[in-house]
């Protein structure tokens, strides 16, 4: 499990640290106060599992054991190009400073900085093959590929010139977790550079990371497009019942959904979608149902799927971006308690972000059914570039529900309205 980060220029966060992270971790703040910074940082460390190694002459040693993003996620997207596309970017990077060499290497030179700096130019070389398995860099990786992962390795330290004042500052060592180094210039915080780090966003994991393909981001862009293909067939290959399962979570959530059945099935070229079968009656594409029913649907076939795939050697990360999008809240209350039941005993570490107080209030209201809940919230805040953070228990949120004050805000709310959390027999049954 991820237990730490700290943070060097990663988006709109120049430095930030976030600490004691739980098993399950609530993302709470204004707009532009970095959750989402947070949920793809996590989302490029979690993928960073494919094995290469660094390469720099210059550097003593040369050669450092690392590792670089695997091709694909969870859901079958490349995680490089998926982020782009959620900013508006094309998924494509012409200008990637990367090429590959003739022993399918790939080779990187940074322009911003100085010649004299290790990572000016370096290689990612890949390991040797194994029998049956193709290793090395292709052509596409020049445009997907723009981080690289170093991990402790016997008593070697990286060069001075690599490690961020943030790092020295907080006393951060590589042999307590990994160091990622990102060099894509939109995703790194752009003002104020005075040293040649300055051009990288640099970010220290502490913990255990989970496997890399077994890493679900979930958002806006996921509920409005279809599955993959890979993600499909995947999952029918070595999932028992899956679409019964999923039928299942979603007549919990929609009481008139109970009895349906989920046929997962190709749209148009490599576009697969849910499709709802009544009896008697045609089936519909998840899609012509209310945008509600097809967040929810899309989030518990992929919650689903990660859940059945997970054990101790291969722990998961789950992702999720508002999970009030679309929501009413009564179906909001009942789709948090389906993912709080299906994640119980998994190996899966969970991160949410959201605006919504309702989401705080349900899912620490669902909590109270887990023995000693592993549960954070964090309240963020940017304030040029310096990520503030303010860490709470679950015994604290439910103390501040308790009480209507809203954790939302740092400071007292001049909202109109008001609300305090009040548990009733009632509402810890069915359907509110």
């Given at each position: 499990?991820?237990?730490?980060?700290?943070?060097?220029?990663?988006?709109?966060?120049?430095?930030?640290?976030?600490?004691?992270?739980?098993?399950?971790?609530?993302l709470?703040?204004?707009?532009n106060?970095?959750?989402?910074?947070?949920?793809?940082?996590?989302?490029?460390?979690?993928?960073?599992?494919?094995?290469?190694?660094?390469?720099?002459?210059?550097?003593?040693?040369?050669?450092?054991?690392?590792?670089?993003?695997?091709?694909?996620?969870?859901?079958?997207?490349?995680?490089?190009?998926?982020?782009?596309?959620?900013h508006?970017?094309?998924?494509?990077?012409?200008?990637?400073?990367?090429?590959?060499t003739?022993?399918?290497?790939?080779?990187?030179?940074?322009?911003?900085?100085?010649?004299?700096?290790?990572?000016?130019?370096?290689?990612?070389?890949?390991?040797?093959?194994?029998?049956?398995?193709?290793?090395a860099?292709?052509?596409?990786?020049?445009e997907?590929?723009?981080?690289?992962?170093?991990?402790p390795?016997?008593d070697?330290?990286?060069?001075?010139?690599?490690?961020?004042?943030?790092?020295?500052?907080?006393?951060?060592?590589?042999?307590?977790?990994?160091?990622?180094?990102?060099?894509?210039?939109?995703?790194?915080?752009?003002?104020?550079?005075?040293?040649?780090?300055?051009?990288?966003?640099?970010?220290?994991v502490?913990?255990?990371?989970?496997?890399?393909?077994?890493?679900?981001?979930?958002?806006?862009?996921?509920?409005?497009?279809?599955?993959?293909?890979?993600?499909?067939?995947?999952?029918?290959?070595?999932l028992?019942?899956?679409?019964?399962?999923?039928?299942?979570?979603?007549?919990?959530v929609?009481?008139?959904?109970?009895?349906?059945?989920?046929?997962?099935?190709?749209?148009?070229?490599?576009?697969?979608?849910?499709?709802?079968?009544?009896?008697?009656?045609?089936?519909?594409?998840?899609?012509?149902?209310?945008?509600?029913?097809?967040?929810?649907?899309?989030?518990?076939?992929?919650?689903?799927?990660?859940?059945?795939?997970?054990?101790?050697?291969?722990?998961?990360?789950?992702?999720?971006?508002?999970?009030?999008?679309?929501?009413?809240?009564?179906?909001?209350?009942?789709?948090?308690?389906?993912?709080?039941?299906?994640?119980?005993?998994?190996?899966?570490?969970?991160?949410?972000?959201?605006?919504?107080?309702?989401?705080?209030?349900?899912?620490?209201?669902?909590?109270?059914?887990?023995?000693?809940?592993?549960?954070?919230?964090?309240?963020?805040?940017?304030?040029?570039?310096?990520?503030?953070?303010?860490?709470?228990?679950?015994?604290?949120?439910?103390?501040?529900?308790?009480?209507?004050?809203?954790?939302?805000?740092?400071?007292?709310?001049?909202?109109?309205?008001?609300?305090?959390?009040?548990?009733?027999?009632?509402?810890?049954?069915?359907?509110?």
């Open positions: 499990m991820i237990e730490r980060l700290v943070i060097h220029r990663f988006r709109g966060i120049r430095e930030g640290v976030l600490d004691d992270l739980g098993t399950i971790n609530l709470i703040g204004p707009n106060s970095g959750k989402t910074a947070i949920l793809e940082l996590l989302y490029l460390t979690g993928l960073a599992g494919r094995p290469c190694a660094l390469v720099v002459p210059d550097m003593e040693p040369s050669t450092w054991p690392a590792k670089t993003l695997v091709p694909y996620d969870f859901l079958g997207y490349e995680p490089l190009p998926n982020l782009r596309a959620r508006g970017e094309s998924k494509r990077w012409p200008e990637s400073p990367a090429d590959i003739t022993e399918h290497s790939l080779t990187v030179t940074l322009g911003e900085v100085s010649k004299g700096y290790p990572l000016h130019r370096f290689e990612l070389a890949p390991p040797l093959d194994e029998p049956g398995r193709k290793r860099f292709q052509e596409e990786d020049i997907r590929i723009s981080l690289l992962r170093l991990e390795w016997e070697n330290l990286p060069p001075a010139p690599l490690i961020p004042p943030l790092f020295d500052e907080r006393d951060i060592r590589l042999e307590e977790g990994a160091w990622h180094y990102l060099w894509e210039d939109p995703w790194v915080y752009k003002w104020d550079r005075r040293e040649d780090i300055d051009h990288l966003a640099v970010w220290a502490a913990g255990r990371m989970p496997d890399a393909s077994r890493v679900l981001l979930f958002d806006f862009h996921t509920t409005g497009g279809h599955f993959t293909k890979q993600f499909a067939d995947n999952a029918y290959k070595t028992v019942g899956w679409e019964k399962k999923i039928a299942q979570s979603l007549g919990r929609f009481p008139e959904l109970r009895g349906v059945e989920i046929a997962v099935r190709p749209l148009r070229g490599e576009a697969w979608t849910g499709y709802v079968e009544w009896p008697d009656r045609e089936p519909l594409p998840i899609d012509h149902l209310g945008d509600g029913a097809r967040h929810a649907f899309k989030v518990l076939a992929g919650f689903v799927a990660l859940c059945e795939t997970v054990d101790e050697e291969h722990p998961g990360l789950f992702l999720w971006e508002d999970p009030e999008l679309f929501m009413h809240p009564a179906s909001l209350n009942r789709l948090l308690r389906e993912v709080v039941a299906l994640v119980q005993g998994k190996p899966i570490q969970v991160f949410l972000s959201s605006q919504s107080i309702e989401v705080v209030a349900l899912l620490t209201h669902h909590l109270q059914s887990v023995e000693k809940p592993d549960y954070r919230a964090f309240r963020l805040a940017l304030e040029g570039g310096r990520l503030y953070v303010a860490k709470y228990h679950y015994s604290n949120i439910l103390a501040w529900l308790e009480a209507g004050m809203d954790m939302r805000f740092w400071n007292v709310t001049d909202l109109p309205i008001s609300y305090r959390y009040q548990a009733s027999e009632e509402s810890s049954q069915e359907d509110l």
